[in-house]
């Protein structure tokens, strides 16, 4: 059973991602903290991969549309969506 960690900040959020292994399958601790809120969230390695997938289908987009992903789980439903901001495509 072992643990690893990546910590990560973007503005005025950081973000830390617990790599939890055991005996049966490899779980995700997910956490989110702001300056007034705290998210956490547990997750298998499957939604893990479904993740990164929506990740770099998302970075490697460069149009102005819309995308969202989805995935279902047993018991949850895990979304994904990049929207394009049309006010700063103004502004430049």
Wanted: glycine share 4%.
């Amino acid at each position: 059973m072992g643990e690893s960690r990546i910590y990560f900040a973007v503005g005025f959020k950081s973000y830390d991602i617990t790599k939890i292994t055991s005996r049966s399958d490899t779980w995700f601790e997910w956490v989110e903290r702001s300056r007034k809120l705290m998210g956490r969230l547990t997750f298998n390695r499957k939604t893990m991969e479904w993740i990164v997938f929506a990740l770099r289908e998302a970075s490697t987009d460069n149009g102005t549309h819309t995308r969202r992903w989805k995935m279902n789980e047993q018991f949850a439903d895990f979304f994904c969506s990049r929207k394009h901001n049309r006010l700063a495509d103004s502004l430049v």
